[in-house]
């Protein structure tokens, strides 16, 4: 299935695709033809890859404890570090920083149950994700969620290839985990902050699913 949010890109990038096969076909020079037909079939194959919504499984523990926090998107996990968020943990955090590859699912998930408090969108770089600054230097969507554990923050991050975010997360919104919320197009990062005492279940070089994988718990 192709993800609605990528239905302008995906349409585009198949229509392009077909266009290269069509004059590869009309071309009376062999390479030539063979060339734009390979080409223009590598573009239609990436657009269904990399646009795919594969049903998920979301955890029944994640839909019923508030506590339990789940993977945002697919991906390795990059960095888990310490630090001071001041905006709605208002102290001592951990951040677990997931990267997507351009072949990696890219639809978006919300990480736990519960409204959201903010969601606000900040100017910024386009470093390689891989890159740990882009956490705090990168165009990002930051989004504040709160419930009956506690509150975190998950961030939609550009990379170097991803130059725009989609997010339908509004303040207000109720969400239970695992719903789908939007997504970044192309290499691009997400994090997910969440107070200092929480119970992290993944380390750094793993790989996650959105939607399925458990990433920490609330205590």
């Known amino acids: 299935m192709i993800t609605r ?27 030539l033809k063979g060339v ?8 239609c194959l990436f657009a269904c890859w990399f646009f795919r919504n594969p049903k998920r499984t979301v955890p029944n523990e994640a839909l019923s404890n508030d506590a339990v926090v789940i993977a945002p998107a ?5 960095q888990i570090i310490t630090l001071d968020e001041p905006r709605l943990i208002q102290g001592k955090a951990r951040r677990i920083s997931i990267f997507l590859s ?8 919300v990480p736990a149950n519960g409204e ?32 009956s554990k506690g509150a975190l923050l998950f961030k939609q991050m550009t ?12 303040p207000g919104d109720r969400f239970k985990a695992g719903d789908e919320f939007g997504m970044m197009k ?6 997910v902050i969440v107070p200092e005492g929480t119970q992290i279940l993944v380390k750094e070089g793993e790989r996650v699913v959105g939607g399925e994988t458990l990433l920490c718990r609330l205590v």
């Open 5 to 31: 949010y990528g239905y302008d890109n995906f349409l585009a990038l198949i229509a392009g695709g077909f266009a290269l096969m069509t004059f590869g076909l009309w071309s009376d020079i062999p390479i």
């Open 36 to 43: 734009l037909v390979l080409l223009g079939v590598i573009i």
């Open 74 to 78: 697919d991906g390795k996990v990059v």
């Open 102 to 109: 351009p072949l990696d699912v890219h639809v978006n998930r």
């Open 116 to 147: 959201i408090i903010f969601s606000d969108y900040q100017p910024g770089k386009f470093l390689v994700a891989m890159d740990h600054r882009a956490s705090e230097e990168n165009e990002q969507t930051i989004i504040g969620l709160r419930n």
């Open 159 to 170: 990379g170097a290839l991803a130059r725009r975010i989609v997010n339908e997360a509004k």
């Open 186 to 191: 192309f290499g691009s990062r997400m994090d």
